[in-house]
């Protein structure tokens, strides 16, 4: 079983940044994690890290957001620049059958 933490949302305005944290109970370095958002009922795949190192990200973040993994202390980060109020979701990061709790990221000026 993996227990899954995020952390790092908050309010801010409109070009700021955040940087959301997931961590992990155990070793990730063999895992392939997500980042999700959701708003209402309505969810959708942000970024995923393979355990090869793989990267991917939804068109609408590409250039502005950056995932990156911490395996020594087992975190994956969400590095989120000029964000805008359309990222505003609650965001949850998962690998196989674990979800986090998730972290509220609102932008509004």
């Known amino acids: 079983q993996v227990h899954l933490v995020e952390s790092g949302g908050g309010l801010v305005q409109p070009g700021e940044s955040l940087r959301l944290s997931c961590t992990a109970s155990a070793s990730i370095m063999d895992a392939q994690v997500t980042w999700y958002r959701k708003v209402g009922s309505q969810r959708e795949y942000v970024a995923v890290i393979t355990p090869s190192g793989q990267i991917l990200y939804t068109d609408s973040v590409k250039g502005r957001f950056t995932i990156s993994r911490d395996t020594a202390q087992n975190i994956v980060y969400l590095q989120m620049n000029n964000l805008k109020p359309e990222d505003s979701a609650v965001y949850f990061c998962?690998?196989?059958?674990?979800w986090g709790q998730g972290t509220l990221v609102a932008v509004s000026a």
């Open positions: 998962n690998t196989n059958e674990w």
